[in-house]
C-alpha cells in the first residue's frame, strides 16, 4: 500500500528533513508550508498520515488537527513536531486529536521509528476499512445476480419513500417475474438456471437508463426496479423496455408456454396517494399477478390509488 503524508511545516528546510525521512520510510511526502495548505491538499488527495509541526502562521498544528478531524470520519494517525513539549502542550496536541508528539530538534531515527509504528496502524486501518466495504457488498447485494438483494432494496425503498414524502415527488415501482421458471430450471438444470438469473438481472440493469433507478433480486426469479421521479406512465415506458432488451438478449426457453425465449411479466405501482411503501409492493404485486393471469410476457399497472 503506497502511504501518502502530508508533511505540514512554515520552514521549507524543515519540510525537507521530514520528506526526507518519510521517503526514507518507503511513504510519500504530500508538503504543506501552512495549516491553511495543508487542509486544502487533504480535501483533494488521500491522505493516510500526518505529521505537522505545531508552530506556524496562521492556524497552528492543533488548530489544523482539529479541522481536519472534522473533515472526515475515517481515522488517520497525526503527529506533531513541535519545538515545546511541556506536560500541557502535549496534553493539549493530543486532546486536539494527535496521536504522537515528538520533540524539535528531531532526531531522524526516532521520526522515523514514529512514522513506521503509526503507518502500520494506518494499513491496518486500511484493511480494515475494506473488509466493512466488502461486508456491506455483501450483505446488501446478491452474489449470483450481482445486484442488489432484498435488503439492499428495503434500505434504497426507505430512502426512496421518506424523500418522495418530503419533497412531494412520485416514484414507481416494477416488480417483475420471470414467465415459467420452474419449467426452466427443470428442463435445463439448476446451473443453467442460475446462469439465467444472471444474464436477466444484467440485461435489466443496463436497460436501466438513469443513475438513480435501481434494480434488486427480490426473490428466486424476481427482480423489483425503483425508479425515482417517476409516474406510473413513465414506468411503462421503462417496463416496455425492459421487455425489449429481454427479447433481444433472446435467452432460449423451450418450455415458455408464449415466446421461445425467456420472458418477464411485470407490475407497475407508483406512489401517489399510497399509505406506505407496502402498500405501493402490494399494488404492484396486485398488477403483476393481473399480468400473469392474462398471458404473461408483458406487464400492467396497478389501480391509482384513490
Ligand atoms: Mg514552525
Not at 500526518?50 to 498544528?61: A, F, H, L, Q
Not at 430512502?159 to 416494477?174: D, G, L, Y
Not at 417475474?177 to 444484467?202: M, T
Not at 415458455?256 to 405501482?269: C, K, R
Request: with cysteine.
Amino acid at each position: 500500500m503506497d502511504i501518502q503524508v502530508l508533511v505540514v511545516d512554515d520552514s521549507s528546510t524543515m519540510r525537507a528533513i521530514v520528506s526526507s525521512v518519510v521517503s526514507n520510510c518507503g511513504y510519500t511526502p504530500v508538503p504543506a508550508a501552512s495549516g491553511e495548505e495543508a487542509i486544502g491538499l487533504f480535501r483533494q488527495h488521500r491522505i493516510d498520515l500526518v505529521v505537522m509541526d505545531v508552530e506556524m502562521p496562521g492556524i497552528n498544528g492543533f488548530e489544523t488537527c482539529r479541522q481536519l478531524r472534522k473533515l472526515s470520519e475515517d481515522w488517520f494517525p497525526v503527529i506533531y513536531l513541535s519545538a515545546s513539549s511541556s506536560d500541557e502542550d502535549i496534553i493539549e496536541g493530543l486532546d486536539a486529536g494527535g496521536d504522537a508528539y515528538v520533540a524539535k530538534p528531531i532526531n531522524d531515527r526516532v521520526l522515523k521509528s514514529i512514522l513506521t509504528a503509526m503507518g502500520r496502524i494506518a494499513i491496518i486501518q486500511s484493511k480494515l476499512d475494506q473488509a466493512n466495504k466488502r461486508l456491506e457488498r455483501l450483505a446488501t447485494h446478491d452474489s449470483l445476480t450481482q445486484v442488489l438483494n432484498r435488503r439492499g432494496f428495503d434500505e434504497i425503498l426507505e430512502r426512496c419513500w421518506r424523500q418522495s414524502q418530503r419533497e412531494q415527488t412520485v416514484f414507481s415501482i416494477i416488480l417483475a417475474d420471470i414467465d415459467f421458471f420452474k419449467k426452466y430450471n427443470d428442463h435445463y438444470g439448476h446451473g443453467p438456471g442460475d446462469e439465467c438469473l444472471h444474464q436477466v438481472a444484467q440485461c435489466l440493469k443496463s436497460a436501466l437508463l438513469r443513475p438513480g433507478d435501481q434494480i434488486a433480486r427480490y426473490g428466486g426469479e424476481e427482480f423489483v426496479i425503483l425508479l425515482a421521479q417517476t409516474d406510473a406512465a413513465g414506468a411503462e415506458e421503462v417496463a416496455q423496455r425492459l421487455q425489449t432488451a429481454l427479447a433481444k438478449t433472446a435467452i432460449p426457453h423451450d418450455q415458455s408456454e408464449v415466446a421461445d425465449h425467456v420472458t418477464l411479466s411485470q407490475g407497475i405501482a407508483d406512489s401517489q396517494h399510497r399509505d406506505g411503501m407496502l402498500d405501493i409492493l402490494k399494488a404492484a404485486d396486485d398488477a403483476l399477478y393481473q399480468t400473469k393471469r392474462t398471458g404473461r410476457n408483458g406487464y400492467a399497472c396497478a389501480r391509482p390509488a384513490a
